[in-house]
Nanobody, 116 residues
Framework: QVQLVESGGGLVQPGGSLRLSCAAS????????MRWYRQAPGKEREWVAT????????TYTDSVKGRFTISRDNAKNTLYLQMNSLKPEDTGVYYC?????????WGQGTQVTVYS
């Protein structure tokens, strides 16, 4: 079955960087677009970024443009999110996501905390 496992979260000061990873299994990773979402405490889950199946097309929510980079390694079945110039408002649980015609799939999430 589809499995998505995020890692790489942690505590970081404003201006710092983190690189999140999402290890995928149970499906043909290279055929599917992938997304990152995040959920801040007390808020709804929000979309962060999307990457096409081959990695050639990427899109970002406005608040992370120029700071975050989504990428993938289809040989390793792994999705990444490089986060630079982190801000306190980037704090939250980060999830990777994919979907097909019938289901949407989520990982368990990884916590990112940006503290002053």
């Amino acid at each position: 079955q589809v499995q998505l496992v995020e890692s790489g979260g942690g505590l970081v000061q404003p201006g710092g960087s983190l690189r999140l990873s999402c290890a995928a299994s149970g499906f043909t990773f290279s055929r599917y677009a992938m997304r990152w979402y995040r959920q801040a405490p007390g808020k709804e889950r929000e979309w962060v970024a999307t990457i096409s199946s081959a990695g050639k097309i990427t899109t970002y929510t406005d608040s992370v443009k120029g700071r975050f980079t989504i990428s993938r390694d289809n040989a390793k079945n792994t999705l990444y999110l490089q986060m630079n110039s982190l801000k306190p408002e980037d704090t939250g649980v980060y999830y990777c996501n994919t979907w097909d015609d019938t289901n949407t799939y989520w990982g368990q999430g990884t916590q990112v905390t940006v503290y002053s």
